[in-house]
């Protein structure tokens, strides 16, 4: 057992302390009155990577939520690295699913339950954990090491692109590790190899000038609530099919090889059914659930609301009604033209007698792809094949993490997904958690990935 | 000019303290955290109706909010006139639309702007400002007279038509004058000739056990706030027509005499659009506005909620979703049977993936008409002619008022619409209010109603 092996095991309760440490910091980037605990976060991450050994660790302000950076870069000649994560979280309501507070993190039968114990904390912390074994115990990286950790993933990361194009020397490598990511399962290692893109739209609909009276108004004036049910109605077919004209246009089509590839990883329709608690599946019609996750685009309503909501009854002909929607896209789908086509379709289907003004939100991302041939995918690929006694299966993400596009562009240099949330983990949703063991696991991985990649010639 | 009509001038400034006094107490029936409050302004209004003379005045139980009874019997011969109002009043959301506080009322141009202003607690307080002053100056009224003041009227009066069966001989009548009433305008007067009747109900959807990651599962679950729209969408054609089986089937057709009848009565379509701060009108087509309000029935969303609704981004795949519906009804549906036909209509039109719970609410009540030759209707009629210098419209009101139908039902007697509120006046909205003259019109207008009807025989 190495070195640094041994330093993880000696120091494992430690690491786990510091993780609900981080846990208890409401970070949520959503949310302008957590402002402060997303600075706060920051600072306790800029911290913890100077007691790790990197030099330099600094919050920095970006216009909006600040980053992270800190470095190590005394390995000449060889690779340099850069490694992302967040350390914002999402809003926590529904409060009241919560077993227990989500900012009070909890050790239950192995898993520590808190809002960003899978997305991002943990799998951020076990990669400066990982960091930290290595050069307290050879005083030195087998590569050059980068951090950039920012406090905005969660809302669509606005400012993080402006901040790399700023910083391009700063934070120029050869490859990224993107420890925002996960694996299939405890025992399916899976090598990320695409992201799904977003973009996301707020809809207000606005009828008469104040709420008004069902009885006396009702029949004469049109209700914002209708209109809006009907406009979004307008957005799918019955079966699910998108109807946005053009949406589907640049959605790049899948051979028969590329779709047996996703059909070879597992996926268990009932055990999937049975997680997330529905009787049967719905999605586009001609595609397996995985592909309606991972290579085909989503157009779903996350949140709608307008006139009386509390309890009883008030006849009420409300004066507004809104919606938040977002689309997840797949390459080649541009988020800035399908929010044009989006506002084409909404502008078209308007209905009689409202005001509809569509308000195009802050998140914004293009889907991505990295070529299974990297470097940095094949150095992955060998660690994980390693710790887990299999090959690992290449796998997508329905999810989007738009800083990777950001650093294609602006660094010309790949993200290669390494992470260790599961499915499961309750991911943006009431009781979010992180396996103990993938966050020992993953410090591990991560280790042996940096030597992995000590071994390569600059990618 | 009558020693009455003096001493409601001389005691108008004490008067409208009173009202103020009323509007103070927040008695929201739909919130059940106002219940005190409820039960508080059955008490001011029962200590009311003794200081004006009224006997065995008190608020009784319901087994849900109280009513209140008071009455004067000493004119044997004379007609029974049972006066009914209501003393509780709607939610006042959103609050942050209000001018003032919607609790503490304030005077402004003439007008008393407060919840509950025009609807009741000025209309009622009215009507016992008026026995009060035959009372004191006379020392005796025309009629007898009997009072029931509900707290429940604006949740649909679920207790009170078992309240009426049980106490038929203590309500016993000739005839009922309704304080929930109004005017056209502040120059034309009306009779008020026919109420729509209502059902609700709430609309449940539920899809995945807990919210999830729009990136994660988007694709492969229902949205049910997709559903919801689709599934509320579905009740109504783009032009506005109800599409509910069966629902338009019990519809009394009116001919060409009454439609005649109601384009007689004026209807300024400009101000009317001004008024309410729409472009256009929308509605049913084939009928005129006052029509759609008056002689169609209606379907309207009166409340919708669902998934994130906070400020920013939240890209969530919600668990549920809600509505709140419900119905204006005319003669001659059965809110009974239009709340099984929505079931039915929902029941058939559940869409995939999701799984969908009608609760039919509290509110219910049967449309309403009360023949014009009626002898309280002549009595009111005449009262109107004189005050206002001009013959009053037959008109209708597109709210509803359950009890109506519950007197003709229990008591035999029919309900003249008598009260001053108008259109105008943000009943059920922000900044609802009360014009002063209407409530010293209004006055006047009751003590010579039951003079009125004095001078009949028992109807």
Redesign the interface.
């Known amino acids: 057992m190495p070195a640094w092996e041994r330093h993880l095991q000696d120091h494992r309760q430690e690491y786990v302390a510091q993780l609900l440490d981080l846990l208890r910091i409401p970070s949520i980037?959503?949310?302008?009155e957590h402002a402060g605990d997303v600075q706060r976060a920051a600072e306790w991450v800029a911290q913890r990577l100077t007691a790790a050994g990197l030099e330099g660790a600094r919050a920095m302000s970006t216009g909006g939520h600040p980053v992270v950076y800190g470095e190590w870069l005394h390995a000449p000649g060889k690779p340099t690295v850069l490694i992302y994560g967040h350390f914002d979280v999402?809003?926590v309501?529904?409060l009241a699913?919560w077993t227990t507070p989500p900012f009070e993190p909890t050790i239950r039968d192995g898993r520590v339950y808190a809002r960003g114990a899978s997305d991002d904390k943990g799998n951020l912390l076990l990669s400066i954990i990982a960091v930290e074994a290595l050069l307290q115990t050879a005083d030195a990286l087998p590569v050059n090491v980068k951090y950039l950790i920012e406090g905005q993933e969660?809302?669509?990361s606005p400012q993080l692109p402006a901040f790399v194009a700023a910083h391009k020397e700063l934070l120029a490598c050869d490859v990224i590790l993107n420890a925002d990511s996960g694996q299939l399962s405890e025992t399916e290692p899976t090598l990320l190899v695409g992201l799904?893109g977003?973009c996301?739209m707020e809809i207000d609909v606005y009828?008469?000038?104040?709420?008004?009276?069902?009885?006396?108004?009702?029949?004469?004036?049109?209700?914002p609530?209708?209109a809006?049910?009907?406009l979004?109605?307008?957005?799918?077919a019955?079966?699910?099919r998108i109807t946005v004209d053009g949406f589907y246009d640049d959605v790049v089509t899948f051979g028969p090889e590329e779709r047996a590839q996703i059909a070879a990883v597992p996926f268990d329709e009932a055990a999937?059914k049975s997680q997330?608690?529905?009787e049967?599946?719905?999605?586009?019609p001609g595609y397996s659930?995985l592909e309606?996750?991972w290579i085909?685009p989503?157009l779903?309503?996350?949140?709608?609301?307008?006139?009386?909501?509390?309890?009883?009854?008030?006849?009420?002909?409300?004066q507004e009604?809104?919606?938040?929607i977002?689309c997840?896209l797949v390459p080649n789908q541009d988020p800035a033209r399908i929010q044009q086509l989006l506002q084409a379709h909404i502008a078209k289907h308007v209905?009689?007698?409202v005001k509809v003004v569509v308000r195009p939100?802050?998140?914004l991302a293009y889907p991505y792809e990295v070529p299974l041939d990297h470097p940095g995918n094949i150095a992955a690929r060998a660690v994980l094949a390693e710790l887990y006694g299999r090959e690992p299966y290449y796998g997508r993400?329905?999810?989007?993490v738009p800083v990777c596009e950001t650093f294609l562009r602006r660094l010309g240099a790949y993200t290669i997904g390494f992470g260790f949330g599961l499915?499961d983990e309750?991911?943006?949703?009431?009781?979010e958690f992180f396996r103990l063991a993938s966050f020992e696991r993953g410090q591990v991985a991560f280790a042996k990935l940096l030597e992995k990649l000590g071994e390569e010639k600059p990618v």
């Open positions: 980037s959503a949310l302008p999402q809003p309501d529904p699913l969660e809302i669509g799904r977003v996301a009828g008469a000038r104040t709420d008004l009276h069902s009885g006396s108004f009702g029949g004469t004036v049109a209700n609530l209708h809006l049910a009907e979004l109605a307008s957005l799918h019955p079966d699910g999937f997330v608690g529905v049967e599946l719905f999605g586009e659930p309606r996750i085909r989503t779903e309503i996350n949140g709608m609301w307008g006139g009386f909501t509390g309890e009883g009854t008030k006849t009420v002909l409300p009604a809104h919606a938040k977002s997840r209905p009689h007698g939100g802050m998140a993400m329905g999810g989007s499915l309750q991911v943006h949703a009431p009781d």
